[in-house]
């Protein structure tokens, strides 16, 4: 019973991604997730998420995936209706304005429909700003107990920063987005009168709820979402729930996990131009040196990696200004590092062969770290 209790905490945690964008912003225009997309979840194992703040460094360089990934769909039943499907339940949205609900959710096992929908944000939603609203509704499980349930949810960005992944990857221009919620849920049998189109009020169900959160307390969560400048959907997830019971003292650990979503497979979705832009500013900012000296001068890089597309070995090759230390990486498109070479101090010309004739057939993304400068490039293995 337990675990479809926590179904509803995954509802906000699973269903819905926001990314942080421009001036460190949740813009509508480059986070509502767009008919057609997937993206690739990757679970690891849970690390604390730290602290909140300003300029702040998040090292998960030794967050262990778990080797359990599966993928996110989004589509569209309407005007302005967003669902996606994931990890085989599907999920049901509404954006109306500048703010998006969620309205429901159903797996083989349970079927669950929002009286008051969850405001999930309402945008702009910038630092230190928030969104909060409360919810509640019902559901069936298993065709033979009736679901209840009401809570509130706060989604604010209360981070700012670079974020090291795994594979010594290090974003910068990251914000983080805290989703708190609370829910008092109960089960009872299910009446053969049951309706779940039938609206009602909450007061028809605040004394059953009341009784239960008496007895069994709520389930509180905590979900921090890390946002690249440029990606439409997080990078990184981490979630912690508890069942926490005033009366009797009692604090449970219900779950406690995280997810990967690499930033190179988001530079892959299809015509987001929105984001493409961004990553486009963001890049030119990063080559051109201000007058005032404030910000550090970048060197383009203009790697050259051939044949491409490659069955044996890859080729790859630029020139530098200076004595540079140079590495190379080679990610395959779940975000894992297949290939990591060793660091040369070169002095104008750099070389190097990757062997890829043992690695299945796909697409990959080479990244070259020069200094503190990098340049990433999709490779196709035949």
Known sequence: MKAKSILLIFLILACWR???????????????????????KLEASYLSPGEAGKNMVWNFSELNRTGKEYPVNYSSTGENNITSIENSTYFRYRFSGDSLSITGYENASILVKYQQPALIIKFPLSYNTKTSSTFYGKGKYCDRLEYLFSGEIETSVDGYGKLVLPGEDTLSNVMRVHIKQKITDHYQPLDSEFDLNLPFALN????????????????????????????????????????????????????????????????????????????????????????????????????????????DNLQVSTQLQGKTNVQLFLYDMQGRLVYKGPQQQTDGYFSESVRMGNLPQGNYVLRVQAGNTSERKVIVKR
Not at 30 to 40: A, K, L, M, Q, S
């Open 18 to 40: 926001m990314s942080a964008q421009e001036a460190g912003k949740l813009q509508a225009e480059t986070n509502i997730p767009r008919p057609g997309d997937e993206v690739i």
């Open 204 to 311: 028809e169900i605040t004394d059953t709820l009341q009784k239960s959160l008496d007895k069994n307390g709520t389930i509180e969560t905590d979900i921090y979402q890390w946002y690249a400048e440029g990606s439409r959907y997080p990078v990184l997830e981490t979630m912690k729930s508890r069942r926490v019971n005033t009366g009797t003292h009692t604090d449970l650990v219900l779950t406690r996990t995280a997810w990967l979503f690499h930033p190179e497979d988001q530079k892959l979705l299809p015509e987001d131009q929105a984001n493409a832009i961004l990553r486009k500013n963001q890049s030119k900012l990063k080559s051109t040196a201000l007058s005032t000296g404030l910000q550090e001068v970048q060197t383009q890089l203009n790697v050259i990696a051939y044949p491409n597309p490659v069955k």
